[in-house]
T-cell receptor
Framework: DAKTTQPTSMDCAEGRAANLPCNHS???????VYWYRQIHSQGPQYIIH???NNETNEMASLIITEDRKSSTLILPHATLRDTAVYYC????????????FGSGTKLNVKP | GAGVSQSPSNKVTEKGKDVELRCDPI?????LYWYRQSLGQGLEFLIY????????KSGLPSDRFSAERTGGSVSTLTIQRTQQEDSAVYLC????????????FGPGTRLTVL
């Protein structure tokens, strides 16, 4: 049932932009892309979501390709507190209760 | 306001015992979800409640698992005759409604079955 593919881990220097990729080549037209993150020993935290347009909020930006088969989460100025596992999730409008969390990307922000 | 709370934060039990895990969602949230996260793994969907509708139980791994939500608020996840493979962190989340609304997660209950 894996609907998304993410790298296992990534490193980023503090203060630089962190770009986390996600492939979701089987996404269908009514499915949204969500990003959550989980800091060690805490519950997941919502970051952002989008359907086809790029989105930006106070935490991050979400860039979705025109064919919607991949997306990138951008943390513009990573801090040490952004070290976490980042999950890219595809969620349908009709099966919205099915949130498939894969293994995510462990982002290591280094000083 | 208060976030999602779960109790207990940690539970150690012996194999074969029953356990109850509690979730208090954010007030006014009609949707409630239970997930399980085994060590080093992603989240596994268990069950979903939306208002007074019948819950979606499709994620429950066996008939030893059950959940209820009383009065559309507090939820209890019950695991009967616990097995060692049930050891995991059990996470509860709530959202304003279903659909595309953001889920707010609780801190989880760490269950250890000896």
């Amino acid at each position: 049932d894996a609907k998304t593919t993410q790298p296992t881990s990534m490193d980023c220097a503090e203060g630089r932009a962190a770009n986390l990729p996600c492939n979701h080549s089987t996404i269908s037209g009514n499915e949204y892309v969500y990003w959550y993150r989980q800091i060690h020993s805490q519950g997941p935290q919502y970051i952002i979501h989008g359907l086809k347009n790029n989105e930006t909020n106070e935490m991050a930006s979400l860039i979705i390709t025109e064919d919607r088969k991949s997306s990138t989460l951008i943390l513009p100025h990573a801090t040490l507190r952004d070290t976490a596992v980042y999950y890219c999730i595809v969620r349908g409008v009709y099966n919205f209760n099915k949130f498939y969390f894969g293994s995510g990307t462990k982002l290591n922000v280094k000083p | 306001g208060a976030g999602v709370s779960q109790s207990p934060s940690n539970k150690v039990t012996e194999k074969g015992k029953d356990v109850e895990l509690r979730c208090d969602p954010i007030s006014g949230h009609t949707a409630l979800y239970w997930y399980r996260q085994s060590l080093g793994q992603g989240l596994e969907f268990l069950i979903y409640f939306q208002g007074n509708s019948a819950p979606d139980k499709s994620g429950l791994p066996s008939d030893r698992f059950s959940a209820e939500r009383t009065g559309g608020s507090v939820s209890t996840l019950t695991i009967q005759r616990t097995q060692q493979e049930d050891s995991a962190v059990y996470l509860c989340a709530s959202s304003l409604s279903g659909g595309t609304n953001e889920q707010f997660f609780g801190p989880g209950t760490r269950l250890t079955v000896l």
